[in-house]
Nanobody, 123 residues
């Protein structure tokens, strides 16, 4: 099972940018589709973005489309989430995970989550 460590979060003003990283251990990272999910206080964890195992296709939640960009570097066992035009509603803990797509819905493959990285956007 791949182990994941998220980083890059922080406090930023509305309109600002952050780049999140997801470092994976193990040799199987390059075989997984990867997703970013986020959980705001008191709310369910939700899908943000996903990228196929080879980086050939990307998918986004409507709420972040045009502002966030997911990418990966399989040689570095790392996935990224570039976030621009941040808004207070983007405030959440962000997690990465191997993901699967069923009926156009992305969900985590299962297993334990990493510690996540906190993103806080002030207005």
């Amino acid at each position: 099972q791949v182990q994941l460590v998220e980083s890059g979060g922080g406090l930023v003003q509305a309109g600002g940018s952050l780049r999140l990283s997801c470092a994976a251990s193990g040799r199987t990272f390059s075989t997984y589709n990867m997703g970013w999910f986020r959980q705001a206080p008191g709310k369910e964890r939700k899908f943000v973005a996903a990228i196929t195992w080879n980086g050939g296709s990307t998918y986004y939640a409507d709420s972040v489309k045009g502002r966030f960009t997911i990418s990966r570097d399989n040689a570095k066992n790392t996935a990224y989430l570039q976030m621009k035009g941040l808004a207070p509603e983007d405030t959440a803990v962000y997690y990465c995970a191997p993901a699967r797509r069923e009926s156009s819905v992305w969900s985590p493959l299962g297993g334990s989550w990493g510690q996540g990285t906190q993103v806080t956007v002030s207005s």
